[in-house]
């Protein structure tokens, strides 16, 4: 099973909005809508942002969104803030013996 | 407030063995499933294992079946992964986490503790 495609990195300006893709296959993203989306800042565990493609946990911050079309899920980030630079990672259950494969991440840094 | 503490981890020769622990709480320990991840430092995160709520249903990922097996001890709110056959590519920061549901898959990990490294080197 290989990890999902994400960008390397993506950078945007306090206020503006960015966008995270993240590419699978139609065995993984594009057949399960049980995609996730973890933040990580160094040195810290990961925290999921959004669930289920698009579903924000409790208490989670509305400036973040997610989709999907095809085998490719997207993060939004609205209303970038300094706070939100951190590496990002999604992740997609794939029915197969290994079960959950995450994506390549994504550095997001705040100009 | 979910609490998932991670130990036993440490430098080990390749082909040895080594346990791994997490003391799970806060939250209703029998109630979810669980999962293991890990992350070569620097480098993305990789799902290792799972098992659900009561321990029968299990999964492994290809890289590590045959060598690593999970476990749970719901008396104790303890989660283990006991790491056979250790290899120089096991080296990483393991890290538990919460499912959130009970059994173990589809999920996600709605709660991950702070990690133990793992180093496999001569």
């Known amino acids: 099973q290989s990890a999902l495609t994400q960008p390397a990195s993506v950078s945007g300006s306090p206020g503006q909005s960015i966008t995270i893709s993240c590419t699978g296959t139609?065995?993984?993203?594009?057949?399960?809508?049980?995609v996730s989306w973890y933040q990580q800042h160094p040195g810290k565990a990961p925290k999921v942002m959004i669930y289920?493609?698009?579903n924000r946990p409790s208490g989670g911050s509305d400036r973040f969104s997610g989709s999907k079309s095809g085998n490719t899920a997207s993060l939004t980030i609205s209303g970038l803030q300094a706070e939100d630079e951190a590496d990002y990672y999604c992740a997609s259950y794939t029915g197969s013996s290994t079960s959950y494969v995450f994506g390549t991440g994504t550095k997001v840094t705040v100009l | 407030e979910v609490q998932l503490v991670e130990s036993g981890g440490g430098l080990v020769q390749p082909g040895r063995s080594l346990r791994l622990s997490c003391a799970a709480s806060?939250?209703?320990?029998?109630?979810?499933?669980m999962h293991w991840v890990r992350q070569v430092p620097g480098k993305g995160l990789e799902w290792v294992s799972a098992?659900?709520?009561?321990?029968?249903?299990?999964g492994y990922a290809d890289s590590v079946k045959g060598r690593f097996t999970i476990s749970r001890d719901n008396a104790k709110n303890s989660l283990y992964l006991q790491m056979n056959s250790l290899r120089a590519e096991d080296t990483a920061l393991y890290y538990c986490?919460?499912?959130?549901?009970?059994?173990?898959?589809?999920?996600?990990?709605?709660?991950w503790g702070q990690g133990t490294l793992v180093t496999v080197s001569s």
């Open positions: 139609s065995s993984d993203i594009g057949f399960y809508n049980y």
């Open positions: 289920d493609v698009s």
């Open positions: 098992i659900s709520w009561n321990g029968a249903g299990i």
């Open positions: 806060g939250f209703t320990f029998d109630g979810f499933a």
């Open positions: 986490a919460k499912g959130q549901n009970t059994y173990y898959s589809p999920n996600y990990f709605d709660s």
